[in-house]
């Protein structure tokens, strides 16, 4: 059993940075896949970045429409997995959810492959 407590939502203009935090609370930390995903009001959720469990060169992914802008990272000291987000623009404004799975090496991109789930965290774009 994981869970899974984001932090770090609110409002910013367009061009501006934040940086959300999931802690997570259960064993084995760094077994687990982490991921952020995020659903914006009448859309489905969607994956905006991904973390593979820790090893040599932990592998990282991005959907397209943040690649370059959005860095995420994981601390397994700490059981925290964050998303540096830069250069926001009003269509990255959502929930933003962070999500484990133990799928090994694997960042799958469908929510359906995640088990535990954050509450969410809003984050506001202004043009």
């Known amino acids: 059993q994981v869970q899974l407590v984001e932090s770090g939502g609110g409002l910013v203009q367009a061009g501006g940075s934040l940086r959300l935090s999931c802690v997570a609370s259960?064993?084995?930390?760094?077994?687990?896949?982490m991921a952020w995903f995020r659903q914006a009001p009448g859309k489905e959720r969607e994956f905006a970045a991904g973390?593979?469990?820790?090893?040599?060169?932990?592998?990282?992914y991005y959907a397209d429409s943040v690649k370059g802008r959005f860095t995420i990272s994981r601390d397994n000291a700490k059981d925290t997995v964050d998303l540096q987000m830069n250069s926001l623009k009003p269509e990255g404004t959502a929930v933003y959810y962070c999500?484990?799975?133990?799928?090994?090496?694997?960042?799958?991109?469908?929510?359906?492959?995640?088990?535990?789930w954050g509450q969410g965290t809003q984050v506001t774009v202004s043009s």
């Open positions: 999500a484990a799975s133990l799928t090994g090496t694997m960042v799958p991109g469908q929510p359906a492959r995640y088990r535990y």
């Open positions: 259960g064993r084995t930390f760094s077994t687990y896949t």
């Open positions: 973390i593979s469990r820790s090893g040599t060169n932990t592998p990282r």
